[in-house]
């Protein structure tokens, strides 16, 4: 019998189930275009000197500098740029 749903273990040691035909199981490695991220938006970032991306939440926008601060699920807050940010897809 095939599973109905997809686990998915991120690289802080957390994880998350989602059903099978849920959109946001699979997150693609494609830098967003910086338009295409969107205020308070759940995202996945890049943390430097670690070699994956972890849940964060999108706090503000500085488009001038391309520049996004964000508030890591785990409750760290850093300044990222867009091609640190990985989409997760909307449903």
Known sequence: MTPKFHVIRYDDGGSVTLDKPDRTAVILDVIPQMTEIRLSEHVI????????????????ID?????????FDGGDRRIESFFEIRLIPRE
């Open 63 to 71: 488009a001038v500098n391309q520049k996004f601060h964000v508030h």
């Open 45 to 60: 970032g890049f943390w430097s000197g670690c070699t994956g991306f972890y849940p964060e939440h999108v706090t503000s």
